[in-house]
DNA sequence: CTGAAAGCGCTAACAT
DNA sequence: ATGTTAGCGCTTTCAG
């Protein structure tokens, strides 16, 4: 194909090494050489395979994101904020989508490790921790967590507190007079945190938590709108719906058309995430807030950091998630 | 680091390229070597350097992505179904947020250049194509563009027609009995050239084209909101307002809801696209899908192929868009 | 069926 | 200031 190093030096009269020092701006070289050697690489617009470059120990400048599913709008911020921030330090990002499924991510794990990557970015469900443990931190690769948490394993991760985030979901929704609350929960690790969060401020006023009202299955607008009306058909129905995150709320909100239902007249209705989705739902949707954009940007940090070996301690940073109030939620009638 | 093909080959006692044969399923082994090489690969859990495998000319298995921004969501579905069939055919993907920004696609073409990957996808605007035939077309570098179309340059593409899609977006229109339709077209080649089907179709009523109707601008929820403003308040607002995307097509229902106003009843609205975005809006949104699943696969076949020299000419597959009416539109009063 | 050896394109001492 | 050279880890003829 083109041009390598070796032609570039043969045509400028130099060595490789002169040509290599003057592409990476290393060492010393005369003003007038690195001219003439510019002068040639530009003329055969010479492109330095930087994969040779990493072979011989440098860095790749590249990372792995693991993530579910881009078609998500909460992923696809996630993605664009870890792409944005890695490309200001200089890493270019590979995407894996794996949809939750282990084996695929088992799989992509190994892949990286074979492509080098430098580090790797991972949002999962994490049923089973094993799988990275074996494929990654076994290796040695660097590796950091973004809005998911292992709390028992010594990784760096920058998350939400989902706990909290419950917490201030069930309050809001008590504070406006709700005590029979239906709850449409993610099948993940964090979202049953939620869940926990939620039954705690319940349990904060002295309620029942009532098992029969939750229901656990995977996020999609169908499923919620399907759960949704398993919970509005009952007898006793709730007045009011958490939806783990925005899209199962979403379904919910649906489910309530179908039904003849008005939102939040009949049905108060509080999703998580604050995707774009949560601002042009009619009426819009009040949901807890996770800062998808800082997460991005703080992993990618601590990330590189940890390559660049400039990382003493593994970090844990847990940030608090923040109500925002829309118009699907209130006063209890 | 970890260990090598070298030391796995000192280990088996053979030679590296017998561990080559084995790991690449090359050459011919016998049952009993390969056993012992596999096992000895399995104790020291080790990962073939693929970057040096790239090096001695095989192919790096990496496709680069260049796409706007990953946080919209045609983006973000676009990109799901691109990596999806990459990774069936064993390539990975690399995501290169562009923003539009020339400047920025530029740069990542000599980057992904110097990466090596084999091949590059591309959505962009296009308004400057000097770039790309610059930076990918002349270092033969295999490219395709998807949902986006440069009729100039011979290249590999999958896109729609956007022109008959706007011709059919503004036929349900002028069918519904609108005339003064409203536009707010995005700043892009495709867009206009959905504007230019558009008003095709008002010509081939015999309805003449108001000029004074169209605003031009960036995609964004806001901005639809605000260009939908200034149409509605007008002393002679439009009955309908065609938006070239659904994020502009929501900015519109909103301005709607600002002003007090019903859609479908006092405004018809109409889309492109055919984003998750359209089915949760309220009411949800009539617009013009685009193939986003088929397109993404299709693109990768064909880059593919091209990749693998298996592809005799150049493909170039217009896709037709499809009217999908929902709740957004109707007869106008 | 297996091994020796010549690269692939580049970096980084170590000379000069 | 510039050049020499020994790798980096792998693939691939070509012999044996």
């Not at 998500?72 to 990002?93: C, H, M, Q, T, Y």
């Not at 709390?151 to 706990?163: A, G």
């Not at 400039?310 to 923040?322: A, G």
């Amino acid at each position: 194909m083109g041009i390598n190093i070796f032609g570039i030096a043969k045509e400028a009269n130099v060595s490789i090494a002169t040509v290599s020092k003057v592409v990476n701006n290393t060492g010393r070289i005369s003003e007038k050489t690195r001219k003439k050697v510019l002068e040639i690489i530009e003329k055969h617009n010479y492109t330095p395979n930087l994969l040779a470059s990493a072979l011989t120990g440098k860095l790749s400048y590249t990372l792995g994101l693991i993530i579910p599913n881009l078609a998500n709008p909460f992923f696809g911020e996630i993605a664009k904020s870890v792409e944005d921030r890695a490309r200001e330090l200089g890493f270019s990002v590979m995407i894996c989508s794996t949809d939750y499924d282990a084996e695929r991510e088992a799989w992509y794990f190994t892949l990286l490790q074979k492509k080098r990557v430098d580090g790797v970015i991972i949002l999962s469900g994490f049923e089973d921790q094993h799988t990275i443990t074996r494929n990654l931190v076994k290796p040695n690769m660097p590796i950091a967590l973004i809005a998911r948490d292992i709390p028992t394993i010594s990784i760096n991760s920058v998350s939400i507190d989902d706990f909290v985030g419950g917490y201030e979901a069930a309050k809001h929704l008590l504070g406006l007079g709700h005590t029979r609350i239906g709850l449409i929960v993610e099948n993940i690790r964090c979202a049953k945190e939620r869940l926990r969060g939620f039954n705690q401020a319940l349990e904060d006023q002295g309620l029942q938590f009532d098992e029969s009202l939750v229901i656990l299955g995977d996020a999609s607008v169908q499923n919620g709108k399907k759960f949704a009306l398993q919970l509005l058909e009952r007898n006793d129905p709730p007045t009011a719906i958490f939806a783990t995150n925005d899209i199962l709320a979403i379904g919910t909100i649906q489910a309530t058309h179908e039904l003849g239902l008005k939102v939040p007249q009949d049905l108060s209705v509080i999703g998580f995430d604050n995707t774009i989705l949560a601002t042009i739902t009619d009426p819009p949707l009040t949901t807890v807030a996770q800062p998808m954009e800082q997460m991005g940007r703080q992993i990618v940090d601590i990330l590189v950091q940890e390559i660049k070996g400039e990382l003493t301690h593994k970090q844990r940073i847990v940030l608090l998630p923040e109500l925002v109030v829309r118009k699907s939620t209130r006063e209890r009638e």
